[in-house]
């Protein structure tokens, strides 16, 4: 079945910078990549996804790269502010053409932290 | 509109004790998923439904736990003989189509904390 890599565990930054956050799969047939958002005692939101027929999407100070002949895709954040802290997921949908969809498969989280 | 909601919030029962966990999906939902989630780690796939029809059950760690959603909406996550090991954040989590390709966002409920004693 599928598997999540997700790196680095831990990830601080200063107010400014950038932030890279790198996830690899195993399934070749997965084919949508969301990225999740979780501060601390809530739920996890999803805050950028990528379809494998697309190879970069942005969305303001977020953006989304895919690799899929290196199957990884990555999450950069620029210009990093304190409220960007919290524990991101990846996660790949796993693709099924047999009839039943696929379940996510999640990384195990990045703990970022911006530091005024 | 309203999100995912789930009930109990919080759940303490002791080891040997069922316990039912209640998901409301987003209205008009197709597909329904459920997850657990240990402290610091990432959401585990359980088991998902389109409509009331139960897909894939693969992710069930073993025959304690089942679930079902009978009328294509609420589904509910049943845990018999609770154990401590049982002891995580349950959370469901819906999505608005039932994709043949699989892709769709799902959106996560707030979740059901359970300990068991």
């Known amino acids: 079945g599928e598997n999540v890599e997700q790196h680095p565990s831990t990830l601080s930054v200063q107010e400014g910078d950038s932030a890279v956050i790198k996830c690899t799969y195993s399934?070749?047939?997965?084919?949508?990549f969301p990225w999740y958002k979780q501060e601390l005692g809530k739920r996890p939101q999803l805050i950028i996804d990528?379809?494998?027929?697309?190879g970069e999407k942005k969305d303001q100070r977020i953006a989304v790269t895919l690799n899929k002949t290196a199957k990884h895709f990555s999450l950069h954040i620029t210009e990093t502010q304190p409220e960007d802290s919290a524990v991101y997921f990846c996660a790949a949908r796993t693709s099924n053409y047999g009839g039943s969809q696929g379940n996510l498969i999640f990384g195990k989280g990045t703990k970022l932290s911006v530091k005024p | 509109g309203a999100g995912v909601s789930q009930s109990p919030r919080y759940k303490v029962t002791k080891r040997g004790q069922d316990v039912a966990l209640r998901c409301d999906p987003i209205s008009g939902h197709v597909s329904l998923y459920w997850y657990r989630q240990a402290l610091g780690q990432g959401p585990e796939f359980l088991t998902y439904f389109n409509y009331e029809a139960q897909q894939d059950k693969s992710g069930l760690p073993n025959d304690r736990f089942s679930a079902e959603r009978p009328e294509g909406s609420i589904s509910t996550l049943t845990i018999q003989r609770t154990e401590q090991r049982d002891s995580a954040m349950y959370r469901c989590a819906s999505s608005s189509r039932a994709s043949s390709r699989g892709r769709e966002t799902q959106y996560f409920g707030p979740g059901t904390r359970l300990l068991v004693l």
């Open positions: 990528i379809r494998s027929n697309v």
């Open positions: 399934d070749s047939a997965s084919n949508y």
